[in-house]
């Protein structure tokens, strides 16, 4: 009983991996960028009112919400497409807060939803995770700073910022066990699948034109143990990941396994926004390792930075200019006294 007491006294008074969900909102607003940007020379034909899905033919396939289907003006599309680009491109760097981070959910669903055919299945998981982020404290790290946002802080009552850490572990283990239930419902699929259990799934996937890498792929699909092995290992992996995730030790090295499995399907089979979806995810589980990295980081700037201020005032004219303004500022004292 003391047990559970003491771990929910850390949960209601401590925030757990603001550095993990920080870059899971950073990595996901880079996401969102990319993909406004990849598309932004074909935008007119993929998303337009008079491209490849003509806007009347889109509002009746559509079966949600969407800001595109509110006007057929070219310039309605303009505004929203670039506007779309701009609040992901603030995401990214940590510029809005939670009301940028809502807007971006909005603009990225109906972009979406505006040219379905290209999704790759990282939109699903971007759709539940983004409302998750919002309980977080998903801009305390990995933010640029404006300076309004601790003004805002310090205005808030004491009695809100106690209530707003219980609020961001929820956040942080809504989007944990998100992650987890993709993995091992993902991993179920594919042991009922007879390709996965006789090993030859891997064989099959990799000849997809759509996800084939020339060159590349047929070193792999032509190679019987490396089939084997990739179709069995990714099946374990998935539904395994929770067990991995839930012991401490093993944490960072399952998080980290999952990452370099999802590099591998952006390499190999080009689903990038997908795999650096479940990346940006994965970061919740990585946010010692981060935090750690940002320590670094700093103290290495420090380092350089103070290393040249050494190496400028080790010239032999920049020490006399020193030397006179020490002197003048010691005198300065003397002269007031006088008068």
């Known amino acids: 009983m003391k047990k559970l007491a003491a771990t929910l006294d850390v949960w209601s008074t401590r925030a757990i991996s603001i550095a993990g969900v920080s870059g899971t909102r950073a990595l ?38 969407s800001l595109y289907a509110l006007s057929s003006s070219q310039l309605w599309f303009e505004l929203l497409y670039h506007a779309g680009a701009l609040v992901a491109f603030c995401v990214m760097l940590g510029v809005g807060g939670r009301f940028g981070l809502a807007l971006h959910w909005l603009l990225l669903w109906s972009i979406y939803q505006r040219q379905p055919v290209f999704l790759d299945g990282g939109d699903n998981l ?15 790290r990995f933010a640029f700073p404006t300076g ?49 259990q006789d090993g030859t799934a891997l064989f099959y996937v990799m000849r997809v034109p759509e996800f084939e890498l020339p060159g590349w792929s047929r070193l792999v699909y032509e190679n019987d143990w490396l089939v084997h092995l990739g179709t069995y ?36 089979m080009g689903l990038t ?46 020490r006399a200019e020193a030397a006179g303004a020490s002197t003048h ?7 007031g006294l006088r008068s």
């Open 148 to 196: 309004f946002a601790r003004r805002f802080a310090d205005r808030v009552p004491g009695a809100v910022k106690a209530m707003s850490v219980p609020s961001h572990n929820l956040g942080v283990l809504a989007i944990a066990a998100q992650i987890c239930l993709v993995y091992v419902t993902s991993g179920l699929y594919k042991v009922m699948g007879q390709v996965w």
């Open 233 to 268: 290992g990714t099946v374990a992996f998935l539904v395994y990941f929770p067990l991995g995730i839930l012991v401490p030790k093993l944490r960072p090295w399952a998080a980290a396994m999952s990452i370099s499995f999802h590099l591998g399907i952006a390499v190999f």
């Open 273 to 318: 926004s997908f795999a650096l979806t479940m990346i940006a995810c994965d970061l919740v589980f990585l946010s010692l390792p981060l935090d750690r990295t940002l320590a670094w980081s700093r103290d290495v700037y420090s380092r350089t930075v103070m290393g040249k201020r050494r190496v400028q005032m080790a010239t032999p004219q920049n």
């Open 126 to 140: 971007a759709y539940v995770v983004i409302p998750f982020l919002l309980l977080t404290r998903c801009y305390d």
């Open 28 to 65: 996901l607003g880079f996401v969102g960028f990319m993909y406004y940007v990849s598309e932004y020379s074909e935008r007119g034909y993929m998303f337009g009112p008079d491209g490849v899905l003509p806007f009347e033919e889109f509002k009746k396939e559509l079966t949600s919400i």
């Open 329 to 335: 500022r010691e005198q300065e004292p003397v002269s």
